[in-house]
Structure formats: C-alpha cells, structure tokens
C-alpha cells in the first residue's frame, strides 16, 4: 500500500512542478510594442499608408524593428481622436525598450530614412503627417501571440 502511496505522492509533485515550469516559462514571453496612431494632413492618408507599406516597412525591417500591422480605421471617434478620413495606426515590435532605442535611432539615420520620410516631412509641401501618438506596451502577463525576432 505504501508503494502506491509513494508513487501517487511522486506522480503529484512531478505534476505540480511541470506546471510551475509551464507557468514561469509564460512569464518569461519578451516584448516591447509601440502603439502608433498618426493623423495626416487631410486627404493624405492613403499616401501615407502607402509610403509605410512600400518604403518605410522595409527600412525598419532592415534593421531588426518587427512590423506588426497597419490598421485603417472604419469609424471615427472623436473622444479619441480618431478620424476614419484621416488616421493611421501601425504597431512595432522590439524584444526590449533598450532594443528599441537602439534600432530607432539606427533606422532613422540610415540614408534612406532621410531621403524617404525626413525630406519629405520637413517640406511643408510634400508633409503627410500632421501629428503622431507613441503609446510604449508590454505583452499583459508576458502573454503574446507575436514573437519578436532577437
């Protein structure tokens, strides 16, 4: 009887350690996002939208930042300030705040940055963008279905 007890015993605290190990290996889920919410100039958010799939998509990729995705909204919301005519919202991924900092300021001094988005924004002729919002997250209890690349 005894050996029975012992083995129900080393069953349960095999289970409960397996499940401890499941749980801290969830906790450990990596991530920095970045919620980007941009009004452009009216009429202009269509060109926008195209210069992030086109161009800047592929310089940011180039140095390691993940393009989650790119949204136009269906509806406006004013106590938002969403406009459904004139926002646009993207999402980036980093494997860590300091990562991001670091592959940023890479991504916005690589030359075709400047030639792509700086020229253009600094010339009140050719700027698409009025405003931008940066809302810095983190997956919620280290969940997260995306994967950050290291």
């Not at 397996?18 to 009216?42: C, D, H, I, M």
């Not at 202009?44 to 140095?63: C, E, G, Q, V």
């Not at 670091?102 to 988005?117: G, T």
Request: glycine share 10%.
């Amino acid at each position: 009887m005894w050996k029975w007890k012992l083995i129900a015993m080393l069953g349960f605290a095999v289970g409960i350690g397996g499940a401890g190990w499941g749980y801290a290996q969830q906790r450990k889920a990596t991530g920095f996002f970045e919620l980007r919410v941009y009004t452009a100039q009216p009429g202009k958010r269509d060109a926008l939208a195209a210069r992030f799939a086109n161009r800047t998509a592929a310089i940011y990729a180039r140095h390691g930042i993940t393009n989650v995705g790119y949204w136009i909204p269906q509806e406006s919301d004013q106590e938002l300030g969403i406009s459904a005519e004139n926002t646009f919202i993207y999402i980036r991924g980093y494997p860590s705040k300091e990562e991001r900092d670091k592959r940023l300021q890479a991504a916005h001094s690589d030359p075709e940055f400047a030639e792509v988005v700086t020229q253009q924004e600094r010339n009140p002729e050719t700027r698409l963008i009025v405003k931008a919002h940066n809302i810095d997250m983190v997956p919620h209890g280290g969940h997260s279905a995306i994967t950050i690349g290291k």
